[in-house]
T-cell receptor, first 112, second 115 residues
Framework: DAKTTQPTSMDCAEGRAANLPCNHS???????VYWYRQIHSQGPQYIIH???NNETNEMASLIITEDRKSSTLILPHATLRDTAVYYC?????????????FGSGTKLNVKP | EPEVTQTPSHQVTQMGQEVILRCVPI?????FYWYRQILGQKVEFLVS????????KSEIFDDQFSVERPDGSNFTLKIRSTKLEDSAMYFC?????????????FGEGSRLTVL
């Protein structure tokens, strides 16, 4: 069962930052937050993950609140190719993908 | 960049027929998975495989399903007697669990249509 809550959809203007929120109020101390995305019907693609600290990589930044009950994925300069469904996933074990529950995600529409 | 490859990209079959979906995971990965996504629905975990045996499976993965790693490179999902409700996109994935990548690599999927 998905342990996260995300908005169904969001719009973003091309070139602007896209901020995708996720609530995971029941997260426990050893659970990681992962973000994946799925472009059209392609296989899901890893974006970023974190435990407590904010993380940044070449694709995005992940901001986790101090109480860890919510997080925000930031795409700093969204492009049309970033239009996808974005999934926020809480995993009960680090790097164990046996119970990786994909919820409904947020459909991000990047508009010109 | 290494990738997971799946074949066929699309298969159409008659109800009751056997189907085998094939996957070539990334070469140094040791953990393999099958997920499925019925059109318009969520991505669902089916089964995980490590050290030549199933490590975990979901309720969806009943006796009609089986997985195999017949050689050092392929990882297959077999559906013995397909049903209409097996129509879905099937995704293979692999990981090198144990290293701090946090990444599960997915293939592009095999679309199964059962008529």
């Amino acid at each position: 069962d998905a342990k996260t809550t995300q908005p169904t959809s969001m719009d973003c203007a091309e070139g602007r930052a896209a901020n995708l929120p996720c609530n995971h109020s029941t997260i426990s101390g050893n659970e990681y937050v992962y973000w994946y995305r799925q472009i059209h019907s392609q296989g899901p693609q890893y974006i970023i993950h974190g435990l407590k600290n904010n993380e940044t990589n070449e694709m995005a930044s992940l901001i986790i609140t101090e109480d860890r009950k919510s997080s925000t994925l930031i795409l700093p300069h969204a492009t049309l190719r970033d239009t996808a469904v974005y999934y926020c996933i809480v995993s009960s074990q680090p790097y164990n993908f046996n119970k990786f529950y994909f919820g409904s995600g947020t459909k991000l529409n990047v508009k010109p | 960049e290494p990738e997971v490859t799946q074949t066929p990209s699309h298969q159409v079959t008659q109800m009751g027929q056997e189907v085998i979906l094939r996957c070539v995971p990334i070469s140094n990965h040791l953990y393999f998975y099958w997920y499925r996504q019925i059109l318009g629905q969520k991505v669902e975990f089916l089964v995980s495989f490590y050290n030549n045996e199933i490590s975990e499976k979901s309720e969806i993965f009943d006796d009609q399903f089986s997985v195999e790693r017949p050689d050092g490179s392929n990882f297959t999902l077999k559906i013995r007697s397909t049903k209409l409700e097996d129509s879905a996109m099937y995704f293979c994935a692999s990981s090198d669990q144990g290293k701090e990548t946090g990444e599960l690599f997915f293939g592009e999927g095999s679309r199964l249509t059962v008529l």
